[in-house]
């Protein structure tokens, strides 16, 4: 496996394009099943996860053009073109969707729009169980036979899926989504109340209407939807990572740097930016995006984890890893997933002062980190730990990035043209 040599020390300055989001480039394709018109998705990210997607999509059968050329003029960015117009395969098995668990994306269109679906129960990252019970619950509510055996989710529907009154437990992001796509389809109106607010969510909403849906209540959490017979194909912009951009910014800040993240509005950023502010990092907004530098020391601050808009699950160990080195205590605090803190034994390898009791993390600053060999555990832990050496004096060597490649697109690339020493050593 490839493993990433970093030697800590450098100020990051300069640029960095900020990709198009995975987590809403994702849900959009699977949306390309809804149709058998075309659907054209620009700002496309090359990463892992959505080679994993199309390889999804064309064993469902649905037809698919990658335009290698970035449009953008920064070398980042495809155009894909999709077509779901002979889709004779069902199943979503298992050694695709067990690498990643937005596959189950597909459910919702499937049975929507065919009235079957046959998806294995989904995997991705080790960080919680991120049980689909609720996906299930809401698609019996509209009228869905469901069963599980040996491993898969088998759906059924006679005729179309009906509009339903469907109030979520909790708020799930992949299960707005799921349900959203499929009520597009349905017999009359569906209601979505606790939905998901993320801008991924309103970003595959935004796209469900260029495709003739009808949607109201974008960016709440109560979705309305009038289901039609049909959607026809539509061209749609993927929105920036706010994600990624946050990464980024984590990254300049620890190392006293400053960096403009291009091609990202602030207003994304609003929650990350928010607590940066309080830690003494300044983002404000620029003609190409946002630019990020830090006041002066950096300061600990309390961080809680909460559904959009409140701060990012997914930033949570990118900002463990930021104040590693801030001055005084950090109290991090994690509602969303049970098991994401698997960063924590690296981190203290580097010589981090973190204490976990339950679902918080207790994180005393220290002086200075140091370089050392640590294992990527997930996708966000990996990077939290590319933040810390760029801080850390002396070689870090971390292994298992294929993690890093499922969601940050040429990390190094970006990060060794703001001046740091970063290397991918092939295994």
């Known amino acids: 496996m490839d493993k990433i040599r970093i030697r800590g020390g450098k100020a990051l300055t300069g640029s960095i394009p900020i990709s198009g989001a995975k987590n809403a480039a994702l849900p959009l394709m699977a949306a390309s099943l809804l149709s058998d018109g075309k659907l054209t998705l620009s700002n496309i990210p090359y990463l892992a996860d959505i080679i994993t997607m199309a390889n999804l999509l064309v064993q469902h059968g649905v037809s698919l053009h990658m335009d290698e050329k970035s449009q953008s003029g920064t070398g980042f960015g495809r155009t894909l073109t999709l077509q779901a117009a002979e889709i004779a395969n069902f199943t979503a098995p298992y050694d695709l969707v067990r690498t990643m668990r937005a596959s189950v994306l597909v459910l919702g269109p499937l049975l929507a729009r065919f009235g079957q679906a046959k998806v294995s129960l989904p995997g991705g990252c080790a960080i919680g169980t991120r049980p689909i019970d609720l996906h299930l619950k809401a698609l019996e509510q509209m009228g869905a036979l469901i069963e599980l055996s040996d491993g898969y989710i088998n759906a059924f529907a006679k005729g179309r899926l009906k509009g339903a009154d469907i109030t979520f437990d909790k708020v799930t992001v992949t299960g707005t989504e799921n349900l959203l796509m499929a009520a597009t389809l349905a017999e009359g109106e569906s209601i979505l109340r606790n ?48 994600i990624e951009a946050g990464t980024y910014a984590a990254a300049a800040a620890i190392t006293g740097g400053s960096i403009e993240l291009r091609g990202v509005e602030l207003p994304l950023l609003r929650a990350v930016a928010d607590k940066f502010a309080e830690a003494g990092i300044d983002m404000s907004a620029t003609d190409e995006g946002v630019q990020v530098a830090r006041r002066n020391g950096l300061h600990g601050v309390d961080v809680m984890t909460e559904p959009f808009p409140g701060f990012p699950t997914d930033m949570q160990a990118q900002m463990m890893g930021l104040v590693t080195v801030a001055e005084g205590a950090s109290m991090i605090t994690e509602t969303i997933f049970e098991n994401r803190f698997m960063h924590v034994p690296e981190l203290t390898r580097m010589g981090a002062k973190i204490n976990v009791h339950g679902s918080s993390a207790m994180v005393r600053g220290v002086t200075q980190l140091k370089g050392a060999e640590v294992m990527a555990t997930d996708l966000r832990a990996s990077v939290s730990l590319v933040i810390a050496a760029l801080a850390a004096q002396g070689d870090t060597l971390i292994n298992r990035v294929y993690h890093l490649d499922r969601g940050y697109e040429r990390l190094e690339e970006k990060l060794a043209a703001c001046g740091a020493e970063i290397e991918r050593v092939k295994g």
Do not use: F, N, W, Y
């Open 195 to 242: 939905a998901a607010r993320e801008p991924e969510v309103s970003d595959l909403a935004q796209c469900l209407v260029k495709m003739g849906a009808e949607i109201r209540g974008i960016g709440t959490d109560t979705l309305t939807v009038q289901g039609i017979k049909a959607l026809h194909g539509a061209t749609h912009r993927v929105i920036a990572d706010r």
